[in-house]
């Protein structure tokens, strides 16, 4: 389960405050993995970048705009899965505030309006299995919930 924020303008080398003013609004997400393709490429000693990029790596809910939440600096961060929770923690907790990660990014890559940037997952990360259903909250963000087919 990842705090997502949906960048509403972009840029280079941003500042903090600027990229706090770039956030449009957040969503609740899943940054999913194929652990079996993680470890063939790691053997190989090739990228693995294939096992986080593979279609459907990673649903979000619908995006809250900021004009609705304001600015998420604490919330409870939840993932279930068969009702089972699995993950929990809290906005506050995160090493670094989702505007410090924005800023670090603007410095390695140009961010644009549109652009998703997952914030990093809470303890609790395993495996889920064909028919597994999840849900992760994430303070009053749309729900999400899936079904593994």
């Not at 693995?48 to 649903?59: G, T, Y």
């Not at 929770?85 to 906005?91: F, L, P």
């Not at 670090?104 to 809470?122: E, I, K, N, Q």
């Amino acid at each position: 389960a990842e705090l997502v924020v949906a960048l509403g303008c972009g840029g280079t080398d941003m500042s903090t405050e600027a990229a706090e003013d770039a956030i449009y609004g957040y969503a609740a997400g899943l940054d999913m993995t194929r652990r079996d393709l993680q470890i063939a490429a790691r053997e190989k000693g090739e990228p693995w970048e294939i096992a986080k990029s593979f279609d459907h790596s990673a649903p979000i809910s619908a995006i809250s705009p900021r004009s609705q939440t304001g600015l998420l600096h604490a919330g409870d961060i939840r993932l279930s899965v068969n009702g089972v929770v699995r993950q929990t923690g809290n906005i506050r907790d995160m090493i670094w505030s989702a505007a410090e990660i924005i800023r670090h990014l603007s410095r390695m890559v140009t961010l644009a309006p549109g652009d998703l940037v997952f914030t990093g997952t809470p303890a609790g990360v395993g495996p889920v299995t064909h028919g597994d259903q999840i849900v992760v909250q994430i303070a009053d963000l749309e729900i999400l919930e899936i079904s593994i087919a």
